[in-house]
């Protein structure tokens, strides 16, 4: 069964994305009034309604925050020529399961996921322990800019992609995982819309 939004979540949902019940209104398709009865639990609406309310309120989060929003930084990264050994010393002290690669410019050349580094040890057995980051990396994910809408970002983080990365011409200045996405999610739907701090860019 699915759970519905109760009025009093209606209204804390609209008033964290910074909407007003008459912005709300016109975006949703329905009447300012509505969204006040329904929101003071006067008035039942129908699933339909209910949802495209809801919809509104996603799509006005997604087209006003930007992966710089998200980002996680500063990055923790390897350089090509990194032993697999400090790969997996930074993944486990920083908790985390893939590490951009960059090449002695700083520019990132590939992605060390922690599949990687397991198909190198059952590949390569013992002779995993002399390789180096570049001998076993992915391809890089794609590589966007700190001010991409979170719609973006949202299509970009799936199946394919467990992490995107963000840079600002060839600098990397950032990384989104799908739990920084959720966490900023989370954040901001539980924060009042006044006390949240304005986007970076």
Do not use: C
Not at 1 to 14: A, G, H, V
Not at 77 to 103: C, F, N, R
Not at 173 to 183: E, P
């Amino acid at each position: 069964m699915i759970s519905l939004p109760t009025p009093e979540e209606l209204r804390r949902l609209r008033r964290s994305a910074g909407l007003s019940q008459a912005e709300l209104a016109k975006r949703a398709g329905v009447s300012q009034s509505l969204i006040a009865r329904i929101e003071s639990g006067s008035v039942n609406p129908t699933l339909a309604t209910l949802r495209r309310i809801l919809r509104a309120l996603e799509e006005y989060v997604k087209e006003e925050v930007k992966a710089a929003n998200v980002m996680h930084s500063p990055v923790i990264t390897v350089y090509v020529d990194d032993g697999v050994e400090k790969v997996v010393s930074l993944m486990w002290k920083h908790a985390i399961s893939q590490l951009p690669v960059l090449d002695h410019d700083g520019i990132v050349v590939g992605m060390v996921y922690e599949k990687d580094v397991v198909r190198a040890f059952l590949k390569h057995r013992e002779k995993a322990l002399k390789m180096a980051a570049k001998d076993f990396m992915s391809e890089p994910p794609p590589i966007i800019s700190p001010s991409t809408p979170l719609s973006t970002v949202s299509t970009l983080i799936g199946d394919r992609y467990p992490a995107i990365l963000v840079a600002e011409g060839r600098k990397l200045v950032g990384i989104i995982t799908r739990s920084d996405l959720m966490k900023y999610l989370l954040t901001t739907f539980k924060t009042p819309a006044k006390t949240r701090s304005r986007p970076r860019v």
